[in-house]
């Protein structure tokens, strides 16, 4: 099975910082990586698919990169409705892992 | 609107089944990649399942030969049959649409518990 990492597991920001999430693989997975926002008692909510390819009605602050074994994830300046804990999911081979989360938590 | 409902959540003892419903609108089941997605009270995502519009099926190792996922393309509804149930199946399991998910369901909480 491919295992996902996240770094950092917990993030501490304030409002417009710039934001950067890690997210890597076991083995090379190409460019099948998601990232999904999640709050607290809500289901998760798909920000980007393919690495980088933003998700339809998803701000532009946020942004994808990287391929093989490297992926992040970058909110250009935090906002207020934007603190929530973020998962990777590789879609490359099964079974479909998701990365342990990063919470970002208001500083 | 694309909207899924999923149904059937409740409290279990160990070794017993339990099968979750997820009714869909605003798309076909049946075109779409299905899958089913639990959470652990505090933890993390986990991928349980997938039906493809194909019909193919395919597990996580932790559920493999206990849990069944299948649909009802006449209801347009996903199931997921769950036997042998273990505490750690302890979760709230969401119905998903598409891979990537696009579409996620509200969620349904499943306890195994004595």
Redesign the interface.
């Known amino acids: 099975d491919i295992q996902l990492t996240q770094s950092p597991s917990f993030l501490s920001a304030s409002v417009g910082d710039r934001v950067t999430i890690t997210c890597r693989a076991s083995q090379g997975i190409s460019s099948y990586l998601a990232w999904y926002q999640q709050k607290p008692g809500k289901a998760p909510k798909l920000l980007i698919y393919a690495a980088s390819t933003l998700q339809s009605g998803v701000p532009s602050r946020f942004s994808g990169s990287g391929s093989g074994t490297e992926f992040t994830l970058t909110i250009s300046s935090l906002q207020p409705e934007d603190f929530a804990t973020y998962y990777c999911q590789q879609l490359n081979s099964y079974p479909f892992t998701f990365g342990p989360g990063t919470k970002v938590d208001i500083k | 609107e694309v909207q899924l409902v999923e149904s059937g959540g409740g409290l279990i003892q160990p070794g017993g089944s339990l099968r979750l419903s997820c009714a869909a609108s605003g798309f076909t089941v049946s075109n779409n990649y299905m ?1 089913w997605v639990r959470q652990a009270p505090g933890k ?4 349980v399942s ?1 039906i493809y519009s194909g019909g193919s099926t ?4 932790s559920v493999k030969g206990r849990f069944t996922i299948s649909r009802d393309n006449s209801k347009n509804t996903l199931y997921l049959q769950m036997n042998s149930l273990r505490a750690a199946d302890t979760a709230v399991y ?1 119905c998903a649409r598409d ?4 579409y ?4 349904t909480l499943v306890t195994v518990s004595s």
Not at chain 2, 104 to 107: A, I, L, P, T, V
């Open positions: 899958s993390g995502l986990e991928w997938v395919y597990y996580a190792d969401y891979l990537p998910v696009d996620w369901g509200q969620g």
